[in-house]
Nanobody, 116 residues
Framework: QVQLVESGGGLVQPGGSLRLSCAASGFIFSNYAMSWYRQAPGKERDLVAF????????KYADSVKGRFTISRDNAKTRMYLQMNSLKPDDTAVYYCNVKRQTRDYWGQGTQVTVSS
């Protein structure tokens, strides 16, 4: 079955960096676009970044453009999110997502807290 496992979250000061990872299994990773979402307390889950299956196409939320970079390694079936110049507003649980046969699959999420 599809499994998505996020890691790499933590507490970081404003201006700092973190790199999130998503380990995927249970499907042919190289066939599917992948995305990162985040959900802050009391808010909806929002798209942060998207990457096509080959990595040739990416899309970012306006709030993270120029600061976050999505990448993937199809050989390792992993996806990454490099987050630089972090702000307190980036505090949220970050989720890995794949849409497969009209269904959304999610990981358990990893907490990112940006605070001094």
């Amino acid at each position: 079955q599809v499994q998505l496992v996020e890691s790499g979250g933590g507490l970081v000061q404003p201006g700092g960096s973190l790199r999130l990872s998503c380990a995927a299994s249970g499907f042919i990773f190289s066939n599917y676009a992948m995305s990162w979402y985040r959900q802050a307390p009391g808010k909806e889950r929002d798209l942060v970044a998207f990457m096509s299956n080959t990595g040739s196409s990416t899309k970012y939320a306006d709030s993270v453009k120029g600061r976050f970079t999505i990448s993937r390694d199809n050989a390792k079936t992993r996806m990454y999110l490099q987050m630089n110049s972090l702000k307190p507003d980036d505090t949220a649980v970050y989720y890995c997502n794949v849409k497969r046969q009209t269904r959304d699959y999610w990981g358990q999420g990893t907490q990112v807290t940006v605070s001094s």
